[in-house]
């Protein structure tokens, strides 16, 4: 079943939501807390982890809620509308810390509870939404297609997110004055993503409600019965850990490598992420030809590759390290469709294998675990920041750091994800889901 182009549009609309949520706290809040709130790198990474490993609870509970929902705007939009309104205002109030509290424990412990709240609101839209693909279309491929233009609009969103934000911080003011309007910026581009993704999906298959598991923990076991959505699900989640700290190292190692911290981070997160609309139409072209999994395992070795090299990055000329995240941001932009692509995959089998709708849980079960490796990325980062010596600083100041700090920042930015993006790869080879078998299943069911 085809789906109608201003559904496609409307449903990658979402991922202005998500892109942004997604990117601007894993690139600017750990340098927030470090270099402007005066907080130790150990305990910041522990306050970025911690709001969102509290998701892996709540994204199923949000899934299995959405999936028992009735109205008539269909199981999921109805959550789209409340929580990603909930999520602007939250994310607004997480870079709203109060002023002149020096490096005590009150804004630390402002930013974690605001980021609790924020994290929360967030499960109860992207669960939803990223389970919609799987009642939107019962096409194979029709399901990469909707993947594509939702990454295409994905990028966009994170360029200007991740492009924009630093720029915000530094027209406002800098310090927390500039944080303030950033959050302000970011959580009108949340806004704007609700809207349309709400508006965009009217009218628009919602599924069939069917019989589910009588209980949590029943669903939760029929999906670890899954075996390839299992073995996706594990793979994703550590890839997501290390393209987190990629995005948590950019200021970083813009600062500290390149010594270009305002330019120097803009260019990298522009590299990183502009290409992704380049070779979309490459990515899907290797989809077609080679099918999703093999092109996921290239796309992940190209990101992995490209980051291993960048380790040389003290004895690059600035143009080649730019090429090197540029290719970086090229194998992100293939994971990201191929890995989301599967998932409806895994969610039909289930079904025909089954008979019960649980797209909700399968989806809740995958955005907790992506949730819980973008939050973890940050904290191996801050850990790394932490045992290699990084000082942190109050109001933006930039402290002078030890070689070995130098060294973190760097090894930390690209060969710890290059190890977390390439190693996964390898439970993918017990995944079996190809287009001719979900079809003899959804026959046979």
């Known amino acids: 079943m085809a789906v109608q182009q201003r559904v496609r549009l409307g449903y990658a609309s979402g991922s202005l939501v998500t892109g942004a949520f997604g990117t601007v706290p894993g690139l600017l809040l750990l340098p927030y807390l470090t270099d402007n709130l005066g907080v130790a790198a150990g305990l910041a ?4 982890l911690l709001p969102k490993a509290w998701d892996v609870l709540v994204n199923p509970v949000a899934g299995r809620i959405s999936d028992r929902t009735r109205s008539r705007w269909g199981a999921r939009r109805p959550y789209l509308l409340v929580g990603g309104l909930a999520l602007a205002a939250g994310f607004a109030a997480i870079f709203a810390a109060p002023s002149g509290t020096g490096a005590g424990a009150g804004p630390a412990l402002y930013v974690a509870v605001a980021f ?14 990223v389970a919609m693909p799987a009642e939107l279309t019962d ?17 966009v969103a994170i360029l200007i997110s991740g492009t924009l934000a630093p720029l915000v911080v530094t027209a406002g003011g800098d310090g927390i004055t500039g944080h303030r309007w950033m959050g302000v910026f970011v959580a009108a581009l949340i806004v704007a993503g609700t809207l349309g993704v709400f508006a965009g999906t009217a009218g628009a298959p919602t599924g069939s409600v069917q019989a589910s598991e009588p209980s949590l923990c029943a669903q939760l076991a029929v999906a670890a019965g899954n075996r390839p ?17 990629v995005l948590a190292g950019v200021k970083y190692f813009a600062g500290q490598i390149l ?7 803009t260019l990298l997160f522009g590299c990183f992420v502009g290409p992704a609309l380049l070779v979309m139409p490459l990515w899907s072209w290797a989809g077609k030809r080679w099918g999703k999994l093999c092109a996921l395992v ?3 070795l190209l990101l ?5 090299v960048l380790a040389t990055a003290l004895v690059l000329p600035a143009v080649g390290v730019y090429v090197l995240v540029a290719a970086m941001g090229a194998g992100y932009a293939g994971q990201q469709v191929f890995a989301l692509a599967m998932l409806p995959d895994c969610v039909a089998y289930d079904t025909a294998r089954t008979g019960r709708r649980q797209a909700g849980v399968f989806t809740g079960l995958w955005t907790a675990g992506e949730t819980f490796g973008l939050a973890l990325g940050p904290g191996i980062y801050a850990l790394v920041l932490q045992v290699s010596g990084y000082v942190s600083s109050q109001a933006g100041v930039d402290a002078a750091q030890p070689t070995s700090a130098r060294l973190g920042v760097l090894l930390g930015f690209t060969l710890l994800p290059a190890i977390l993006v390439a190693v996964p790869v390898l439970l993918l080879r017990g995944y079996d889901l190809t287009e001719e078998k979900l079809a003899q299943v959804t026959a046979s069911g």
């Open 45 to 48: 990474g522990l306050l970025v």
């Open 304 to 308: 992995a590759g490209a980051a291993g």
């Open 229 to 245: 959505f299992r073995l996706l699900l594990a793979c994703f989640v550590i890839q997501s850990a290390g393209i987190a700290t």
């Open 259 to 265: 010594d270009s911290p305002d330019l120097g981070t």
């Open 298 to 300: 290239v796309a992940s």
């Open 116 to 129: 609790l709240v924020t994290a929360t609101a967030f499960a109860f839209f992207q669960v939803p939404y």
């Open 139 to 155: 096409s194979y491929e029709e399901r990469t297609r909707l993947m594509t233009w939702r990454i295409a609009v994905l990028a």
